[in-house]
């Protein structure tokens, strides 16, 4: 970057009015303040977005964002946004509820522009850190509301009656175990590759990180959608960076270690514990718990989804067709909600076959961005196999925290991967041999003959 003499770091981001890498440095400060707080507020996340987006709109170049925009990673979220948008003219729900489905895709729109700027900046990594160091002082807090419940931020910021909750210090167990995971198993790369460079003093720091967040989860509080999606992203990071000797020992090793955290961990036990007495206490004696209610839940949305294949019953509908469906019931058969608890549910209900086909065609695509080496690869892949994992036992890509952590990880570790193709490209045409270039040989008049003049232009 470009820097006058004497100029400070404050003088340059102040300077934007005239400095375009001022403004490029200002989209970039923001992007990092998003991710520095996505573990921690959701009103904060939404302030940073709206000024990222005041910051890039000075900053874009009109011919390159349209041609951005035609890209499949691009046009898929923007085509589910306006899905659900055209969803509220057959809904037959009231138009508040039509609209408020709307909003969880509104974020969607977001890919897009991260992924324009994330290519032609430098800084991506940047936000990789933030998110890694704001969830290490969350993981910290963590600690300190498990010896003391009252420390919880949700007693204060709270907006109903809230219990304190042990290790929860914002938000819920899900998201929390959520984010903790995604950074656990995310380091894993940069620890492979600092090993191979005979880095290991910052190799075994990063291990160190990624086992505190385990930790943590281990023997404080860990979310039972975590549990199941952890064993496939590690099973995704063996299978992708690992020989197959070296894959099937590491595999072991995971194995024997959680054997190990099972006997000494009682939180585990009991969450683990709960798979199987979830379903026998709502089969059996109609309470409400998660896994029981969750079948319950997509048992009638396979039924609200037959009824209107096609293109579903509309936007915002969900909740009044389970109103419908628990008339007369009770206990967990009578609970009616707005989420089936499973995105392609989720989508099938609202907008049918065409929603479905929309959701898996964006996830496709983003999945396929990441393939190769490289740590941007590595991260957006493992969030792009996240949120499909955990999709299926919630609409992840449509709750805030975890569909943000989509939004965020693919569009910047996307731009770089794209970033980075670009340069390969150009340094390529570079450095391209010229054996097929061939000098015209000349005539007797000594001008280059007609013979071999067209052979003049072939160049590698």
């Not at 008339?327 to 009616?336: E, I, L, P, S």
Request: glycine share 6%; net charge positive.
């Amino acid at each position: 970057m470009r820097r006058e003499p004497g100029r400070s770091g404050l003088g340059l981001v102040l300077s934007a009015r005239r400095d375009p890498l001022a403004r490029i440095l200002n989209v970039d400060l923001a992007t990092v303040l998003i991710a520095v707080l996505l573990p921690w507020s959701t009103t904060g996340v939404v302030i940073a977005t709206a000024l990222w987006v005041i910051a890039l709109v000075p900053t874009i170049e009109a011919a390159a964002f349209w041609r951005s925009l035609k890209r499949p990673i691009c046009a898929l979220p923007i085509a589910m946004f306006a899905l659900a948008l055209v969803g509220t003219l057959w809904s037959d729900a009231p138009w508040g509820e039509r609209l408020h489905a709307v909003g969880p895709t509104v974020k969607l729109l977001m890919l897009p522009l991260l992924l324009y700027h994330c290519e032609r900046s430098s800084r991506g990594v940047w936000v990789f850190i933030a998110f890694l160091t704001s969830c290490l002082l969350l993981m910290i807090a963590s600690w300190l509301v498990a010896l003391d419940p009252n420390l919880s931020l949700k007693l204060y910021f709270s907006r109903g009656p809230f219990t304190p909750t042990s290790g929860i210090v914002v938000r819920n167990y899900i998201d929390q175990s959520q984010e903790f995971v995604l950074c656990a198993i995310g380091l894993a790369y940069p620890v492979m590759t600092l090993l191979r460079t005979n880095r290991v003093r910052l190799a075994a720091l990063f291990a160190a990180i990624a086992a505190s967040l385990l930790i943590n989860m281990m023997f404080v509080v860990v979310s039972r959608t975590a549990l199941v999606t952890m064993p496939i992203m590690i099973a995704v990071f063996a299978l992708l960076h690992l020989r197959w000797r070296a894959a099937i020992i590491a595999l072991c090793a995971a194995a024997l270690l959680a054997a190990v955290i099972w006997n000494v961990s009682p939180q585990l036990r009991a969450t683990v514990s709960k798979f199987f007495t979830d379903y026998q206490y709502t089969s059996i004696q109609n309470n409400e718990t998660g896994i029981g209610s969750r079948l319950l839940y997509w048992q009638k949305s396979l039924r609200f989804f037959a009824e209107a294949p096609l293109i579903g019953h509309g936007t915002g509908t969900t909740r009044g067709l389970f109103e419908k469906a628990a008339m007369g019931a009770t206990g967990a058969r009578g609970q009616v909600v707005s989420n089936p608890h499973n995105q392609t549910l989720n989508m099938a209900v609202q907008w049918g076959v065409v929603g479905v086909v929309l959701l898996y065609a964006m996830w496709l695509v983003h999945l396929m961005l990441f393939r190769g080496e490289g740590l941007a690869a590595w991260i957006g892949l493992l969030v792009a196999v996240q949120n499909v994992s955990t999709s299926l036992f919630n609409s992840h890509l449509f709750d805030f925290q975890e569909g943000w952590m989509y939004v965020l990880g693919v569009g910047v570790a996307g731009g770089m991967v794209l970033r980075a193709r670009r340069d390969d490209v150009a340094n390529h045409n570079q450095c391209a041999p010229t054996l097929l270039q061939t000098r015209p040989m000349p005539d007797r008049n000594n001008n280059p003959s007609t013979t071999s003049r067209k052979f003049w232009s072939l160049s590698a």
